[in-house]
C-alpha cells in the first residue's frame, strides 16, 4: 500500500511504486516560514521510501560507507539493512538490558575509522546492581552478522531511576572526541549537580572513556571531569554542523519550551526543577531559569506546548538546494520535522515544518543524514508499528 502523505498545506501526489521500497513524494514548499532562499537556489521535491516495517521504537541509525544502515530497536536488537534491500538481524548480547519507560537501547553511533575497525558504540540503560545507563563499544561483523563488545563499559554511571528522562544521543565531533547526550533522571538536583552525569553532555575518549583531554572541568575536585555542559533536562538529539565545530542538542521542556541550544564548553543550560525540599521535581520553573547566573539561552524554543524535539541532524551539499545546511529535528508529539535556518552567528533565521511529515508517519524520533545524499527517519509509535525511511531531494 502506497501512504498517502500530506504537506503542510496541500494534498501531495503520489508516485509509483518500487519493491522493496515504497514511494511517496512530498512537493516543494513556498510557504513564508520556509527558509530564505540564494539567488539561484530553489527547494527540492522529497521523496519518501519505506524501507523497513513492522518495527517497536527504532531508537538510532547510522550509515556505514559501504551504504548499509544500522540502527538498533529500544527494546533491544540491532539490525543491518543492506543496499539491496535485504534485512539482518545482528546477533549481539542485550542480556543486561534495562527497557523500561523512555530508556533501553538509545544512542547508536559509528566509529569514524569503522571501514578499519569496525568499531560502533551504543548507549543503553543496566539492568544489573542498581542500575545506571552506558556507553559500551562493539566490533560489528564484517558481514554484519554479529557485533561482540568491547569496552563494557566505556562509559558508566550515568542516572536512572524509573526509566524517565534517560536521554542519551552518541556522536562524534571534529577533534574525534565522543560527545554522549544525558537526562536528569526525573531528579531534581542531578542538572545543576557538578558530581552526578544527569542532565549533562559529556566529552570522552573513544578508546579508553576517560575525559577529552580540554573538557572544561578537568581537574576541579567538585566536578566531574568528563562533563562538558550542564543544566540539561533530557537532551535526545545532537548534531554537528558541518564545515563547522558547533555541536547543537535538542532537548526535551517540560510542558513548555523544548529548545535547540548551541553547546558550549562549561556552560550551564538552565535547567533547576529543585523546589524548597531538595527531594522535589518541580517541573513549573522555566526550562531556561533566569535566576541563575550565565545560564545560556535557547538559540529556538518551543512555547507552548511543547513537541518533544528529539534526533537532529543538518542538511550539508547542493544535492539540498534551499534545504542544504538546515537544522531538522524529529519530533514526538508534534509528530513531524522541524527545520531550522540558524545562521553562522547562530541566530534563528527561519522555523517551518518539513513538508510531507505532519502527522503522517506518526512520531518521528531520528533523522539522521547518510554519506549517499539522503537521510534517514525512525519512527517511534511502538506496538510494531514503526518504520524505517529514506527520504531523497529531487531538485
Same mark, same amino acid.
Given at each position: 500500500m502506497v501512504p498517502v502523505v500530506l504537506s503542510v498545506i496541500a494534498l501531495l501526489s503520489v508516485v509509483g511504486c518500487s519493491d522493496p521500497a515504497q514511494r511517496t513524494a512530498s512537493g516543494p514548499s513556498s510557504t513564508a516560514v520556509s527558509p530564505s532562499l540564494g539567488p539561484d537556489q530553489r527547494l527540492p521535491e522529497l521523496v519518501v521510501e519505506v524501507l523497513v516495517e513492522d518495527l517497536d521504537n527504532p531508537w538510532d541509525l547510522a550509515q556505514a560507507p559501504d551504504g548499509t544502515i544500522i540502527f538498533d530497536q529500544r527494546r533491544g536488537g540491532l539490525s543491518a539493512y543492506f543496499p539491496d534491500g535485504s534485512l539482518r538481524a545482528i546477533d549481539a548480547d542485550f542480556g543486561d538490558l534495562f527497557a523500561r519507560g523512555e530508556t533501553g537501547l538509545m544512542g547508536l553511533v559509528l566509529d569514524p575509522g569503522f571501514t578499519d575497525n569496525r568499531r560502533f558504540f551504543t548507549c543503553e540503560g543496566f539492568d544489573g546492581g542498581e542500575g545506571d545507563i552506558r556507553v559500551i563499544s562493539w566490533e560489528m561483523a564484517a558481514d554484519y552478522a554479529a557485533a561482540t563488545r568491547l569496552s563494557d563499559?566505556?562509559?558508566?554511571?550515568? +542516572?536512572? $531511576?524509573?526509566?524517565?528522562?534517560? #536521554?542519551?544521543?552518541?556522536?562524534?565531533?571534529?577533534? *574525534?572526541?565522543?560527545? &554522549?547526550? =544525558?537526562?536528569?533522571?526525573?531528579?531534581?538536583?542531578?542538572?545543576?549537580?557538578?558530581?552526578?552525569?544527569?542532565?549533562?553532555?559529556?566529552?570522552?575518549?573513544?578508546?579508553?572513556?576517560?575525559?577529552?583531554?580540554?573538557?572544561?572541568?578537568?581537574?576541579?575536585?567538585?566536578?566531574?571531569?568528563?562533563?562538558?555542559?550542564?543544566?540539561?533536562?533530557?537532551?535526545?538529539?545532537?548534531?554537528?554542523?558541518?564545515?563547522?565545530?558547533?555541536?547543537?542538542?535538542?532537548?526535551?521542556?517540560?510542558?513548555?519550551?523544548?529548545?535547540?541550544?548551541?553547546?558550549?564548553?562549561?556552560?550551564?543550560?538552565?535547567?533547576?526543577?529543585?523546589?524548597?525540599?531538595?527531594?522535589?521535581?518541580?517541573?513549573?520553573? +522555566?526550562? $531556561?531559569?533566569?535566576?541563575?547566573? #550565565?545560564?545560556?539561552?535557547?538559540?529556538?524554543?518551543? *512555547?507552548?506546548?511543547? &513537541?518533544? =524535539?528529539?534526533?537532529?541532524?543538518?542538511?550539508?551539499?547542493?544535492?539540498?538546494g534551499g534545504y542544504d545546511g538546515l537544522l531538522l529535528v524529529g519530533l514526538l508529539a508534534g509528530q513531524g520535522i522541524l527545520a531550522l535556518q540558524i545562521g553562522e552567528d547562530a541566530a534563528l533565521i527561519s522555523a517551518s515544518r518539513l513538508p510531507g511529515f505532519d502527522g503522517t508517519y506518526g512520531r518521528i524520533r531520528t533523522v539522521q543524514l547518510g554519506n549517499d545524499d539522503s537521510f534517514y527517519v525512525t519512527t517511534s509509535n511502538g506496538d510494531g508499528g514503526d518504520v524505517l525511511l529514506r527520504v531523497t531531494p529531487e531538485l
Open positions: 563499559p566505556l562509559v558508566e554511571g550515568m +542516572p536512572l $531511576t524509573s526509566g524517565r528522562h534517560g #536521554g542519551c544521543r552518541l556522536r562524534f565531533d571534529t577533534d *574525534g572526541a565522543l560527545r &554522549i547526550s =544525558t537526562g536528569d533522571a526525573a531528579t531534581g538536583s542531578n542538572a545543576q549537580d557538578l558530581t552526578s552525569l544527569g542532565g549533562k553532555t559529556l566529552r570522552v575518549d573513544p578508546y579508553t572513556g576517560q575525559p577529552w583531554p580540554d573538557n572544561p572541568f578537568l581537574g576541579d575536585g567538585e566536578a566531574n571531569p568528563l562533563i562538558y555542559t550542564y543544566g540539561h533536562r533530557n537532551v535526545q538529539g545532537l548534531a554537528l554542523r558541518p564545515g563547522t565545530e558547533d555541536m547543537y542538542s535538542a532537548e526535551h521542556g517540560p510542558d513548555v519550551d523544548d529548545e535547540i541550544n548551541l553547546l558550549m564548553a562549561g556552560a550551564n543550560y538552565g535547567w533547576n526543577p529543585v523546589g524548597e525540599d531538595p527531594d522535589d521535581y518541580n517541573e513549573s520553573v +522555566p526550562m $531556561t531559569d533566569p535566576a541563575i547566573d #550565565g545560564a545560556q539561552p535557547a538559540v529556538w524554543a518551543s *512555547g507552548e506546548p511543547a &513537541i518533544a =524535539t528529539s534526533g537532529s541532524t543538518f542538511l550539508d551539499g547542493p544535492a539540498w
